[in-house]
Structure formats: C-alpha cells, structure tokens
C-alpha cells in the first residue's frame, strides 16, 4: 500500500462487507435489529477482551491519526447507514422521511464507540462486555419507550 490511509481504506472495505453481509444474512433471518446489534456488539467486546490487540491498534490509529478520519469516519457511516435500514424496515417507516431510525442508529453505533473509547484510556481495565450490555440496556430502554423526540413540559 502506497499509504497509511490506502492501507486503512482497504482495511475499513474489508469490514464494512463483512458487516453489510451479516446485515443482510440477519434481516433476512428476521432477527430483531435490536436483538442482532446486542449480539454484534458483545461478540466484538469479548473479542477485543480476548485478543484484539491487533483490532485495537488498526482502531486506535484510525481514530488518532487526522489523515484516516475520513476512513473512519466512512465506516462508521456506513454502520448507521445500515443500521438505519434496519431499524426503519422493522419499524415499517421511510426513513427519509422518519429521522427517528437514523438518530437510533447513531445512538446504538456511538454506544458501542464509547464504551470502546473509555475501556482503551483506561488502559483497558474493567468490564469490556458488561460496560456494552450497560449502554445496551440504557439504549433499548429510551427506544422501547417509544423515544420521546418533543419536549415535555419539566423537561
């Protein structure tokens, strides 16, 4: 590869097919979005737990270089993208119309990114898992409460 960033590009390619693969193996399973993001999410935690230095380092240096943001960023997009779909097709709503599956989409997708982030400044002490399934649970409680987009008066 002729750069950092060429390398990172094939890299994060590689991913998002694999994980476009198993959108699409999953919703045509008709396993619950919900039910198919928390499986995701712990199998990675427990992966990055077991043995991910390799994972942690290509992530790592995605998120902390300024030239690989935009493959970063790319990828992440292409998680709430798909995400998106998912969520709206389970929902039965247009989501270009609708943000409402979007905006879950990116809260389920930064959930996974946070608990990530604190685990590695950390230095990788504590729960990997259980932090996940923490914002997991915090995560389907608001959308199960039908996610309240107007302000309530005390609010």
């Not at 990828?75 to 389970?90: S, V």
Request: net charge negative; hydrophobic share 45%; glycine share 10%.
């Amino acid at each position: 590869f002729a750069s950092k960033r060429d390398l990172a590009a094939a890299i994060a390619v590689t991913a998002g097919t694999r994980f476009e693969a198993v959108v699409a193996t999953q919703r045509a399973q008709g396993v619950p979005v919900l039910t198919f993001w928390r499986n995701q999410v712990v199998r990675l935690a427990h992966a990055y737990e077991r043995d991910g230095d390799g994972q942690i380092n290509l992530g790592r240096a995605l998120a902390g270089e300024p030239e690989l943001l935009p493959v970063w960023y790319g990828h992440q997009r292409l998680q709430i993208d798909l995400m998106t779909d998912y969520i709206a097709d389970e929902l039965g709503i247009d989501p270009g119309q609708d943000r409402r599956a979007q905006m879950a989409a990116a809260m389920l997708v930064a959930g996974g990114r946070m608990a990530f982030d604190a685990w590695i400044e950390s230095g990788r002490a504590g729960d990997l898992v259980a932090e996940n399934e923490r914002l997991l649970d915090a995560a389907e409680a608001l959308l199960a409460g039908g996610l309240p987009l107007t302000r309530r008066d005390g609010l």
